[in-house]
């Protein structure tokens, strides 16, 4: 499978994006939180200048000099205590602030998001996976930024000092370059290991939940996987570490080698310093001056080196995290705003005609292989649809394309004629309701569970108890000691569990508290039921929702079922195979035609009767008639 990913958003733009939404969240603090941040560098830098005042004052044994120079590095070291306390307050602050801000935005654009794709492509689950694990951390963006533009100011005032000495000395900063763009070079490096790694460190905390998880304990035991899951863990872990190390050694040896060259040529300015005599600075000009300019190189030249690998790593940390976030907030921004930007249709209030799918094709995105290949469809209002076909045929896709949860790679789905791409997606979400087999289990109380279908009428106990009644599942709320108040889910204080089957019936019940949908999607809803109960649920539902969606809405109800016994009350069946739509039309079309379709219900229903011949029992599933879809 090929997942080819799309570029991050620029560097500098999303900084840019991140300082303003920083700027919005508490314009007055961060302002606070910057300048006394950049403030703190000035008295940090000139302290060499300070420090060599008294040594010259020292040497020539100036008692007024001392004095001036002790007052001067009191006031400097005064003043850098004091900005610096009150930057960290600051930038403390504002980034409390910040990260509750940013989390609940980042949170917000992953539930806007109107298709389903960054939850099921790999390329983007893995970077999501960073920007979710670092969202908190995004506040620190501000303070590290404003930190690493902090130690810039004091990297240039101090080679302003050298200089001041000897012009020449300022070359001392040249002999970091390397070390800065070693930094840089090599945590682009590491980054690129990391995301290349991301998969590894997903299959590694997902081997943990299931080996730590309730829910899959009891397979975990029965099958005996323990040591195996274990293994499996520590596999990943060492997949995801071991190139990690590798780089992070080669980073260390590359630092090594610069720190190196930084050193000689630091000791080569003190030399020439200390045997050029007295010249340069006029602060320092007079007696003791060549002490004075050696004290300052050396104190200058070893802060220089400080400022320049502080600034290097955190230049390096800067762009490994926080500009990285940065650009990934950047493109789930984006990505949320292409799929709001392409919808200004509302949603209609009926379907009059129909949905039709013409020359539908679908790959997943960032993959080669073609699921759907030019489908052409009608779905007439006012029906009920069922659609049939071999395990990955593309009935679920079919159904997700339906939703809206993806785009059609090619061709288009129409409501009434109105294409689906150009309908707000939130607008059309509001007039579906589904089931799925994949169904969440809702941990609340049981009215909340089922409510959450309709939130608008989630305190509506009538609504909810219809709900339940459709979907077959009074007996589950029976059980329950207090009802549909009833806490579900064990980990919850006086939580009751409740078996595969019976989530699926509150599940199924969930799908149906919106009354009157444009379109209901069941797929594969009763799996865990006895095809029993799915048939007569089915055949009580598909003659309420002939009698209630074409009266009103014009809705289609689409059911994925693998048993044919409920297929056969559809209005219409589709068959998919070969990626498209083999066969179309009514139980008794279908048939006659003697097909796929045709086949493979004669196989499910010899099956049964069989079954039930050798139980004694009457086979009356495959016996009942279809609806009149008049
Ligand atoms: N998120 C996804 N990303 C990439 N490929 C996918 C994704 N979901 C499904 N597929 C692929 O698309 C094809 C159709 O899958 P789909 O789930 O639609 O089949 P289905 O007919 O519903 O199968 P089943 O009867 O087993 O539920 C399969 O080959 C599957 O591997």
Redesign the pocket.
């Known amino acids: 499978?090929n997942q080819s990913t799309d570029p991050l958003p620029p560097a500098g733009a999303a900084l840019a994006r991140s300082l303003r939404r920083g700027y919005r969240t508490n314009p007055g603090l961060i302002t606070v939180a910057l300048v006394t941040t950049l403030a703190a560098a000035a008295p940090d830098a000139l302290f060499a200048l300070g420090l060599a005042a008294l040594v010259q004052g020292v040497t020539a044994g100036d008692g007024l000099r001392i004095t001036e120079a002790v007052a001067f590095v009191g006031v400097l070291a005064t003043a850098s205590w004091l900005l610096n306390v009150v930057s960290d307050r600051a930038n403390r602050r504002f980034a409390d602030r910040a990260a509750v801000a940013l989390e609940a935005h980042v949170a917000e654009l992953q539930s806007t998001i109107s298709t389903i794709e960054h939850h099921?492509?790999a390329d983007h689950l893995d970077r999501i996976s960073v920007l979710r694990d670092h969202a908190d951390a995004l506040s620190l963006l501000y303070s590290q930024l404003f930190s690493t533009v902090g130690t810039l100011v004091r990297l240039v005032l101090t080679v302003g000092l050298l200089m001041s000495v000897d012009p020449l000395f300022g070359l001392l900063a040249l002999a970091a370059v390397p070390g800065v763009l070693v930094a840089n070079r090599r945590s682009a490096v590491e980054k690129a290991v990391e995301e290349a790694g991301a998969q590894h460190e997903r299959r590694a905390r997902h081997l943990f939940d299931l080996g730590t998880s309730a829910a899959a304990g009891k397979e975990i035991r029965v099958a005996g996987v323990q040591q195996w899951l274990r293994e499996q863990h520590w596999a990943a872990w060492t997949r995801r570490s071991a190139p990690l190390t590798r780089v992070r050694w080669v980073s260390t040896a590359w630092s090594a080698a610069c720190a190196t060259l930084f050193g000689a040529a630091f000791l080569a300015v003190v030399a020439v310093a200390a045997h050029q005599g007295g010249s340069g600075s006029g602060v320092l000009r007079g007696s003791g001056q060549t002490a004075a300019q050696v004290a300052l190189v050396l104190a200058a030249g070893s802060r220089l080196s400080q400022f320049i690998s502080d600034s290097a790593s955190q230049t390096q940390f800067f762009r490994a995290i926080w500009l990285d976030v940065a650009r990934r907030l950047a493109w789930l921004e984006d990505f949320a705003a292409a799929g709001a930007a392409r919808a200004d249709r509302p949603a209609p209030q009926r379907i009059r005609h129909g949905i039709r799918l013409e020359e539908v094709t679908f790959r997943?995105p960032g993959?080669d292989?073609t699921?759907l290949d030019r489908v052409n469809l009608d779905l007439p209002a006012g029906t009920v649809i069922a659609i049939v076909?071999?395990?990955?045929?593309?009935?679920?896709?079919?159904?997700?394309l339906l939703c809206g949860f993806y785009t059609p790679t090619s061709g288009r789905i129409t409501v009434d004629g109105a294409d689906l791409g150009r309908i707000d997606p939130a607008d059309w979400r509001r007039r579906l309701a589904g089931a799925f087999?994949d169904f969440f289990r809702f941990e609340y109380p049981a009215r909340v569970a089922v409510g959450v279908g309709d939130l608008d009428r989630i305190a509506d106990d009538d609504a909810v108890r219809h709900a339940i009644e459709r979907a077959g599942a009074q007996d589950v709320i029976d059980r329950l000691e207090h009802g549909l108040d009833s806490q579900l889910g064990l980990t919850w204080p006086g939580g009751t569990d409740l078996s595969h089957g019976q989530w699926q019936k509150l599940a199924l019940a969930r799908g149906f508290m919106r009354d009157t949908p444009l379109l209901l999607v069941l797929?594969?809803p009763t799996s865990a039921l006895d095809a029993e109960i799915e048939h007569a649920l089915f055949e009580r539902f598909a003659a309420a929702a002939h009698a209630d969606t074409r009266a009103e809405t014009g809705g289609i109800t689409l059911l994925?079922s693998?048993r044919f016994s409920t297929v056969r009350m559809a209005d219409l069946i589709i068959v998919?195979s070969g990626e498209t739509v083999a066969e179309y039309g009514t139980h008794e079309q279908l048939t006659a035609r003697a097909g796929i379709y045709a086949e493979l219900y004669g196989i499910q229903e010899s099956a049964y009767r069989a079954g039930y011949q050798n139980s004694g029992a009457t086979a009356s599933l495959f016996t009942s008639t279809s609806p009149d879809p008049a």
Do not use: F, I, W
Request: charged share 30%; proline share 0%; net charge neutral.
């Open positions: 499978m099921e492509r997943y993959t292989r699921v076909g071999e395990n990955g045929a593309g009935k679920s896709t079919l159904v997700k087999q797929d594969e994925v693998h998919l």
